[in-house]
């Protein structure tokens, strides 16, 4: 996944920028760029700090966060009230080090030889993550990729209820799809604006992504997740998520490589050892 977020270039400022893009891994790993925490204006993670301040989260440790909070959410749901940082961190895939360090962040410490109480730690992140009120969400392009994603069932029980749809095929218009009638692109900022929505997904050919962009901004959205393989040209205000699968793919052709490619040459090393070597035979 990619996170678009940048600068404007040269003296004076444009009315739109091309985000600079840094890369977030499928192993989660992500920018060290620094964020601010979304709070609710409560003690807790997110609140403001005694000097009036807030502490800024690096990216890579707020991806980790979302991380922390699926497995905790699934350990709650089997009941468990507390965890200590080793379980925690084997289920979520980091070593304990980093996740105290990225707990430390939302204020989170543990308490020695107990640990963390799950739901007081599952509230936290919530907090942190702006997960305390629901964002509407509206899905543009309803093809194979935009029909999956407006029938998940999992995106309302995380606070993600999907209220709009768009597309621009006319025998789409008005059919209901998980529930909500698609409607034209054309009614993008009206529709958006009506049901308040926040996040707006992409999901059209690349030739059409900029265009919906524009409509989703002018209806008020304020964070858009690109499936469309092109950087989008957005405000400042606009954050931008980008998920490319063939990038994803082509990380994990690497690692295949990479590791085959070991393998290979451990095999040469252990011939040589004993004094053979490989015969070619054509």
């Keep these: 996944m990619v996170a678009q977020r940048g600068r404007r270039n040269g003296p004076a400022p444009a009315p739109r920028r091309a985000s600079e893009v840094s890369e977030v891994s ?3 790993a992500a920018s060290d760029a620094l964020i601010e925490p979304v709070g ?3 003690a807790g993670a997110g609140a403001p ?4 301040t807030v502490r800024a989260i690096p990216e890579a440790a707020v991806a980790r966060l979302a991380v922390y909070l699926r497995v905790l959410s699934a350990m709650a749901e089997q009941g468990a009230t507390t ?4 379980e925690l961190s084997a289920a979520a895939g980091v070593n304990s080090a980093k996740l105290r360090k990225d707990l430390s962040y939302i204020g989170s410490y543990g308490t020695r030889g107990v640990g963390y109480e799950v739901q007081v730690l599952i509230g936290q992140i919530e907090r942190t993550l702006g997960l305390t009120r629901k964002h509407k969400v509206a899905v543009v392009g309803i093809g194979n990729l935009g029909h999956a994603l407006a029938n998940y069932g999992g995106f309302p029980g995380r606070g993600f209820p999907v209220e709009a749809l768009f597309d621009i095929d006319p025998d789409l218009i008005g059919v209901p799809v998980g529930g909500v009638p698609v409607s034209h692109l054309d009614e993008i900022p009206e529709v958006c604006a009506e049901r308040d929505i926040s996040i707006g997904v992409i999901a059209t050919p690349p030739t059409a992504a900029q265009s919906v962009c524009d409509r989703l901004v002018a209806g008020g959205v304020q964070c858009i997740l690109n499936f469309a393989p092109v950087v989008l040209q957005v405000p400042e205000h606009i954050e931008v998520r980008k998920v ?8 994990l052709s690497f690692h295949v490589a990479r590791r085959t490619a070991g393998e290979a040459e451990g ?4 011939s040589n050892a004993d004094g053979t070597k490989d015969v070619v035979v054509s």
């Design 26 to 28: 499928a192993a989660g």
């Design 49 to 52: 700090a005694a000097s009036g």
């Design 83 to 86: 965890v200590s940082s080793e």
């Design 244 to 251: 490319d699968l063939a990038v994803e793919l082509q990380i």
């Design 40 to 42: 609710d204006g409560g």
């Design 267 to 270: 095999r040469a090393r252990d």
